[in-house]
């Protein structure tokens, strides 16, 4: 029997190509022209673009992650898994909160400009979330991470929203941490309480997916009075992504343990061809393909792109053993906390010098080796943090 490296390299590498995409696509996003088929389709388009396949995929790949990760928390004998499941999920939705204001502040009343208030509240999230070292003292500790709450409390009372109906911090939508926060909730508490069986992971896959589905067609209108109050799974699209990645997580545990991995290649292509006929299938009666409206179609062929994607890194990196040319973005995957957040505190400090790219960096062909240049450059800077024990871990 084959034991298990304390980290599955495939699941690493597909991590950093995952998060290095999604830096780009996000700088990349209002660059004109440059490529539709690379942006976001629009919320009516019945269509799909790479950036519309990033997200699925980073959710599919906090799936893969779970049950490793507690198996590995358990070897190290931490048997607090419930609790760190919800003070993990509480903390992204916590900090998704903040960082979904920050778009309706107001800078005509606030007291302090926009990219100021963004980049301390960053910077606050940095103190509390800081990954200390086994050789800071505890005091040290408590009075840093004691600074970034203080320093967070401060900026919510300054805080001044341009909502004609809300004047203060209030929740617009669960921004890209908070619905990782969920799905990461509800999922990781389904793998843990029914103990990794792997119908459980099917079973719970199958659920959201069709949960997904009764939703978009109309059949779990009789919910809607309990909505506002009890909604966690909102149409069950981020957790079908989560869930699928644990089943193909559970799958691959057992299939290598019994020197079976080969057999995974074809369990995940055949889920692809399937997913994909039925993505197509519902697409002419469930409002086309759309990431916007988390319509059945994206999350059908979003599902099926990430396990053939993750079945060619598992040939890749796990069997042919070829990871060195994962190296230059490694610690997107590795480190990936940190390298989305990094982003959010340059946006505002470059915003905040009031200095612009020139014009063939910022349009077309020029545009497109800007926004390249630039998630190197946050993935750089995450390894160099890291290298000086600067790492966000929550």
């Given at each position: ?19 290095f995409?999604?830096?780009?696509v996000?700088d ?5 022209n440059t490529?539709?088929w ?43 898994t ?12 916590f ?22 208030w ?5 910077f ?32 919510s ?10 004047h ?10 908070g ?14 309480y ?6 459980i ?68 292509l055949?889920?692809?061809?399937i ?53 230059p ?17 340059f ?22 080796i800007?926004?390249?240049?630039f ?20």
């Amino acid at each position: 029997m084959n034991s298990l490296p304390s980290r599955v390299r495939s699941i690493d590498a597909f991590r950093a190509v995952t998060m290095f995409l999604m830096i780009f696509v996000n700088d990349l996003d209002d660059v004109p022209n440059t490529p539709q088929w690379i942006h976001h389709a629009k919320i009516n388009a019945d269509a799909l673009g790479l950036a519309d396949t990033i997200f699925p995929a980073f959710l599919f790949i906090v799936g893969l992650s779970i049950p490793f990760a507690f198996k590995n928390r358990l070897i190290r004998g931490d048997y607090h898994t419930p609790l760190r499941i919800v003070v993990r999920s509480f903390a992204l939705i916590f900090m998704g909160f903040f960082f979904s204001n920050v778009d309706s502040y107001s800078e005509a009343t606030a007291l302090l400009p926009r990219p100021v208030w963004e980049s301390l509240m960053v910077f606050s999230f940095f103190f509390i979330f800081l990954n200390y070292s086994k050789n800071t003292s505890a005091l040290k500790k408590y009075l840093l991470q004691g600074f970034g709450v203080a320093l967070l409390l401060v900026l919510s009372l300054l805080y001044k929203s341009k909502d004609p109906v809300h004047h203060w911090l209030h929740f617009t939508w669960w921004e890209i941490l908070g619905l990782i926060g969920w799905s990461y909730l509800i999922c990781a508490l389904i793998y843990y309480y029914s103990k990794g069986h792997l119908w459980i992971q099917a079973a719970a896959w199958m659920f959201f997916m069709f949960f997904n589905i009764d939703f978009h067609f109309g059949m779990l209108d009789f919910l809607n009075p309990l909505r506002d109050y009890v909604w966690l799974s909102g149409n069950g699209a981020m957790q079908s992504f989560t869930m699928a990645g644990v089943f193909v997580a559970v799958l691959y545990m057992r299939l290598r343990e019994r020197d079976e991995l080969k057999l995974l290649w074809i369990g995940m292509l055949l889920m692809a061809v399937i997913l994909f006929n039925l993505g197509f299938i519902v697409r002419y009666f469930s409002g086309g393909i759309s990431k916007m409206r988390d319509t059945p179609s994206w999350v059908l062929i979003c599902t099926a792109i990430s396990l053939v994607v993750y079945a060619v890194f598992i040939f890749i990196v796990d069997f042919k053993k070829k990871y060195n040319w994962v190296k230059p973005i490694e610690p997107a995957g590795t480190n990936a906390f940190t390298c989305y957040i990094i982003p959010g505190l340059f946006y505002p400090l470059f915003e905040m010098t009031n200095l612009q790219y020139p014009g063939y960096i910022s349009q077309g062909t020029g545009g497109l080796i800007k926004c390249l240049v630039f998630a190197f450059a946050m993935v750089w800077l995450t390894g160099l943090l890291e290298k000086v024990n600067i790492k966000l871990k929550i």
